[in-house]
């Protein structure tokens, strides 16, 4: 029934409708559902929502029920590693308010793995961060639980695959030959899935006359096609658009916009606390690692159109099909915490006009948030 709702904009749920889903039990029987989209993620980023609907058919409860279960959990799971991540490394306000944007909300909300990658992320980078000062004890748990998170990340978001050069720059620094063996370990075991994934999953949605691999090859050979394809895309004005537009939040099945005033709102509260971010004194400090995480926002965003471009668009392509706006807010995330001071670093004047802003933007982004949902599903 809920399968109405992607294939209808206008679609609402009848009264009858409703009443269906809530008495649905589960069957007891097994059926194989074909979701082309997942095959190429490594299977335990769904740990959360498998734990859920387990939970919930273990107790005899609803699928209705059990699929709330499992979207509780995954939100718990988000919130432990924010705020695992945010004890390590307080947040600065643009970081902040990407994690407040609707769609990340949206995300978050959902018994998706996009929140979950998200908050990883951000667990990412608090745990190389940390592990880098010089102030601070590296233990065995970070390196690990950095290594871990890097694995899933890069598993389950193949734009994030740069992420592997943490470890390295981390043995680097700190001169670790443990960093450098699990920085080894990690690529090879995540390179190693990626492979596997692309020889083996095929998805029915796209027809083409070329593979994954044959793309992939043609491109090496002809880097500048794919540069040109690329910056097309990005300044084609429809494209462009769509992709500032997702990147604060169309939600649902892309059908779901926000009301039209939101967006430059939003952006310009981006903007806002940007500016409410940036402390020239803090950006002297470990700029060796700033840097890096620099370039790995740039190279993830190439990854998201190089990914889309062999694997979702037709070939011949002149511009990327695929690319969301959400598809930015890791990167984006990486370039807040490589551009901007710790909010704990900041004086008690701008820590005040930090919070302002944040607690402004909230409120803005949880109003957008709740209108667009409530016009489109109540």
Known sequence: VHLTLAREAGKRLSATEKNLIAQKNWQGIRHFQELSGTGYYFPAIYASQAIGLAIGQWLNLTVQHSYALAKGFTLLVCFVLLGVAFHLTPPNPWVAAILLLPMSLFQMLSPTIDGLTTSLAVLTVSVFLVSISRSREHSLAASCGLAVCIFLLATSRTHLLPLLALPFYLAWQRQSCRDLYLGCFVTVAALGWVLFALQTTYDPRVIRNHTTTQLLMQYAADPAAF???????????????????????????????????????????????????????????????????????????????LAMVVTWTPHPATLVKGVQGRYFVVPGILLGYALSGYASQQPPFRQWIATSTIALFAVTSLTALTMALLDRYH
């Open 227 to 305: 540069f040109r394809i690329v910056w097309a895309s990005a300044t084609d004005n429809d494209s462009f658009t769509f992709y500032n537009r997702s990147f604060i939040g169309i939600l649902g099945w892309l059908d779901t916009h926000l009301a039209e005033y939101f967006y430059p709102t939003l952006w310009s509260g981006l903007a806002f606390c940007a500016l409410a971010s940036v402390s020239i004194s803090t950006l002297q400090k470990d700029w060796g690692a700033r840097l890096l995480l620099v370039g790995l926002c740039i190279a993830s965003i190439g990854l998201v159109f």
